[in-house]
């Protein structure tokens, strides 16, 4: 019976306490509060760090090594150069009228003050130069369609990188608009590369040497 008592005289007062907690003259006060990590738990910030068994960590996880987001076009991977470009490199983008249309309206804001209409090397800032470019369908001809790739992502020569200012699709685009300025021949180049394969290939270039 005693022990009822001393219950019920801690319900009472615990009463008491809610009560007068609520009962503040400040408005914007909540009064006392009862486990507060349930209201206000700590959280993580984006692109900050925390620190986790003694170890100090990204709260931003990088992603995996090789990871590709999705609908992401991957331009040229780390480490691959001029000649592997050559070798690896195929064109993700479907030929069509469409795209086609789209290279050569990048072909004309892009490239033809250099290489001319013709892609003859004649454009008038190209006569300019030291040594004006060669023309597609000639020094050029044979150039796959990495190389021309990685040439326009990263410059060759005297021309300049244009990863800055051309997306990865624009410049697949502009691939196919400087093979149309190659010629028939590049374009058969181009398939008998895909059929037999960059092993074959290579021994080719080197054959030609």
Not at 6 to 19: D, E, G, R, T
Not at 33 to 56: A, C, I, K, V
Request: one cysteine or more; glycine letters at 10%; aromatic letters at 8%.
């Amino acid at each position: 019976m005693k022990f009822e008592k001393i219950i019920n005289l801690k319900s009472v007062a615990a009463a008491a306490v809610l009560v007068l907690s609520s009962c503040s003259n400040a408005p914007n006060s909540p009064g006392y509060e009862f486990m507060p990590d349930m209201y206000r738990s700590p959280s993580l910030e984006y692109y900050s760090t925390h620190t986790l068994n003694g170890d100090t960590l990204l709260t931003a996880k990088k992603p995996v090594a090789g990871t590709i987001a999705r609908g992401h076009m991957p331009g040229i991977p780390a480490g691959m150069d001029y000649e592997k470009s050559g070798l690896y490199l195929k064109n993700p983008i479907a030929l069509s009228d469409a795209v086609m249309k789209d290279a050569e309206h990048l072909y004309t804001n892009f490239c033809v003050h250099c290489h001319g209409k013709d892609g003859k090397g004649d454009g008038a800032v190209g006569q300019k130069l030291p040594g004006a470019p060669p023309a597609y369908d000639g020094t050029l001809k044979s150039l796959s369609e990495g190389k021309i790739f990685y040439s326009i992502t990263h410059g060759k020569g005297m021309m300049g990188a244009h990863d800055g200012q051309l997306n990865v699709e624009e410049r697949w685009k502009l691939v196919h608009y400087v093979q149309k300025l190659q010629g028939p021949k590049a374009v058969a180049d181009s398939a008998a590369a895909k059929a037999t394969g960059p092993v074959d290939e290579l021994k080719k270039e080197e054959k030609n040497k």
